[in-house]
C-alpha cells in the first residue's frame, strides 16, 4: 500500500490523525520523507495531474508547519525548484490555475493560521524578503504587470489577503507613464527601476511559518506569470468577467467581446505604485 492510502486510511481523529502531535516525531518525519519522494515523482506529471499536485503540496506544508520545519530547508523544495508548482493556501482551501481562489470575496480578511487558541503565535516574528524575475526578455509582448494586478489591482490584492504577504512589482516598466519613469529614475526610493522587471515577495511573520508563507505566494504567483494559450487562459476570462462585473455589464460572452486583456485599455484596471 502506499504512503498516501495508508495515511488516509486512518480514522479522522484528533489524537489519532497523521498530523496529531502525539505520534512520535520519527513517524512524522518519516511521512514528510515519503511525501517529498511523491513529490519528485510527481514532478514530470504537475501539468495532467494539478489537483493531486496541489493536494500532495499541501500536505507537505501542513505537516512542515506541525514540525516547525522551513520548507525550504527540505531537499528537493528549494527556489526554482519544479516542486513548488501548484500550491495551496491556508485555511486548506484549494487554489485553481493561476491562483484564482473559487469564490473568494474581492478582499477576503488574511487568514491567521499561525495563531494559537489564545490569538498568539509561539515563535519569534521576523520579516523575510524573496526576489522573483519576471519572465520579460523571454515573452517581450506580454502584459505581466496588467496580468498580476487584474480589475482594480484585485488579483494581486487576493495574493497578499491568502498569503499574508505584500508583493511589490518593481523595475523598468512598474511605472505606468513612460515620461514619469524616466523622471524618477535614480532618484532616492527608485533605485529599482535600473533593473529588470522584477517582484519583491515581503513577510512578517513568525519564524516557523514566515517561509511556508512566501512560497505560497511565491508558487502563485509563478502560476501567473506563465504565458499561455488564450484558449486555455482561464484566469484571464475570469479576470474579464470580473472586470465586466465592476463595469456592471457581465455576461456570459464577455471574455470573446474584448480584443485585449491589457488592463493599460481597460477601464478601471490600474498599475500598482513603484513605492510601498
Not at 53 to 76: F, K, M, T, W, Y
Not at 80 to 93: E, F, Q, W
Not at 164 to 182: F, M, P, Q, T, Y
Request: aromatic share 6%; net charge positive.
Amino acid at each position: 500500500m502506499s504512503s498516501g492510502s495508508r495515511y488516509m486510511a486512518y480514522t479522522p481523529s484528533p489524537s489519532t490523525g497523521p498530523h496529531s502531535p502525539h505520534l512520535p516525531l520519527a513517524d512524522h518525519e518519516k511521512y514528510i520523507a515519503e511525501l517529498l519522494a511523491e513529490k519528485q515523482k510527481l514532478a514530470p506529471f504537475m501539468q495532467v495531474l494539478p489537483c493531486t499536485s496541489r493536494l500532495l503540496n499541501q500536505e507537505i506544508l501542513h505537516v512542515s508547519a506541525l514540525l516547525g520545519i522551513p520548507v525550504l530547508d527540505q531537499p528537493g523544495y528549494q527556489h526554482g525548484s519544479p516542486l513548488i508548482n501548484g500550491g495551496a493556501i491556508p485555511n486548506g482551501r484549494p487554489v485553481e490555475m493561476n491562483g484564482w481562489v473559487p469564490g473568494a470575496s474581492m478582499f477576503h480578511p488574511p487568514s491567521r493560521s499561525w495563531l494559537n487558541p489564545q490569538g498568539s503565535s509561539s515563535g519569534f516574528i521576523v520579516k523575510k524578503t524573496m526576489r522573483m524575475d519576471i519572465p520579460v526578455e523571454k515573452y517581450p509582448n506580454f502584459n505581466f504587470v496588467g496580468r498580476l494586478l487584474g480589475p482594480r489591482g484585485n488579483s494581486l490584492k487576493r495574493v497578499e489577503a491568502n498569503t499574508d504577504c505584500r508583493v511589490l512589482i518593481r523595475g523598468r516598466g512598474s511605472i505606468k507613464d513612460a515620461a514619469k519613469e524616466e523622471v524618477m529614475r535614480g532618484k532616492p526610493g527608485y533605485e529599482h527601476l535600473n533593473e529588470p522587471l522584477h517582484l519583491v515577495i515581503e513577510a512578517e511573520l513568525p519564524a516557523e511559518i514566515v517561509d511556508i508563507r512566501l512560497m505560497q505566494a511565491r508558487e502563485i504567483l509563478d502560476d501567473m506569470l506563465k504565458p499561455v494559450d488564450e484558449s486555455m487562459d482561464f484566469f484571464k476570462k475570469q479576470q474579464l468577467r470580473e472586470l465586466a462585473m465592476l463595469n456592471g455589464i457581465l455576461g456570459d460572452d464577455s471574455s470573446q467581446k474584448s480584443g485585449s486583456v491589457s488592463p493599460f485599455h481597460n477601464m478601471g484596471m490600474k498599475r500598482a505604485k513603484t513605492r510601498g
